[in-house]
């Protein structure tokens, strides 16, 4: 049964000078669930997999993570550094807006348009299936799911930007808990601006037999150069014979601002 992937080879988003997805200069909020009281927001570098401390979290939940506007600048040089050290056979390598939406990664077909844009097409599905970029081989990178530290420095959970828990739990999972209808965000930054529009419709097994369904992806972004907003809605739930409940329609979109029902949810990993 196909779950959810979490591919980062270097990872986040932009788009044209049109209303799109641009973020703001920083992330705020406050932890809808915080119990473990002050601490420190942090990640792990993509190039070095040092640890890098993101933020801070006060004693009532509320925090700020600042996003440096020459963010893919600093990982490009990172990487330049980490490449001279590294053995002839180890390459890093980027994402792509266009590798970043396919719709199926060993399926896909690509088709360059008289107007300079791509279209990609893929096989083995039973309805219309193809996704159109423009500047569709710009590098998109951005923030993963940032990790929670108690005062002492020991990571205790993960945060989501969810509008209900459930889809924070489901996303914690891998994919393996039961999905809701809902959605949740994630921050890129895109070196350039593009566009990436289109559908997904691709045949899943469930794994109970033959039982399958359409596991379709909308897309519809319009990304800005720098960082920007991107809002995965949970659209549609499949329930299988065994009464597990899985994403079968899901449509990404950008936003040009936090939605009010936002929540930041922190799941712990113990």
């Known amino acids: 049964m196909k779950t959810l992937k979490n591919s980062i080879i270097v990872l986040v988003m932009s788009a044209f000078t049109i209303v799109g997805c641009k973020a703001q200069n920083s992330i705020t909020g406050t932890i809808t669930n915080n119990n473990k009281g002050e601490g420190s927001i942090m990640s792990f570098d993509m190039v070095t997999r040092e640890k890098i401390v993101l933020g801070e979290i006060d004693k009532d939940g509320k925090f700020n993570i ?7 600048t600093i990982i490009k040089e990172k990487a330049k550094k980490a490449q ?25 077909n690509i088709e360059y348009l008289d107007d300079g844009t791509e279209k990609i097409t ?20 951005g923030i993963p799911d940032p990790n929670l530290t108690d005062k002492d420095g020991n990571i205790v959970s993960v945060l989501y930007a969810v509008n209900q828990p459930e889809v924070a739990n489901w996303l914690f999972s891998y994919g393996q808990d ?32 033959e039982e ?49 029902d936002v929540q930041w949810f922190s799941v712990n990993v113990e």
């Open 66 to 72: 600042p996003l440096d506007e020459n963010y893919l």
């Open 84 to 108: 001279e050290n590294a053995s002839n056979n180890w390459q890093i390598e980027f994402k792509t807006v266009a590798k970043t939406f396919l719709c199926d990664f060993n399926n896909e």
């Open 122 to 141: 893929y096989s083995g599905s039973t309805k219309k299936n193809e996704i159109e970029f423009e500047n569709g081989e710009a590098i998109i990178t």
């Open 178 to 209: 039961n999905a809701v209808k809902g959605y949740y965000l994630q921050w890129f930054f895109v070196e350039d601006g593009a566009t990436a529009k289109g559908e997904c419709a691709i045949p899943t097994y469930t794994g109970v037999g």
């Open 212 to 260: 399958n369904y359409n596991h379709i992806t909308i897309t519809n972004l319009n990304l800005q150069k720098g960082w920007n907003i991107i809002k995965y809605t949970i659209a549609e739930i499949f329930t299988d014979s065994n009464g597990k409940t899985t994403p079968s329609t899901i449509e990404i979109t950008c936003i040009p601002e936090l939605p009010t």
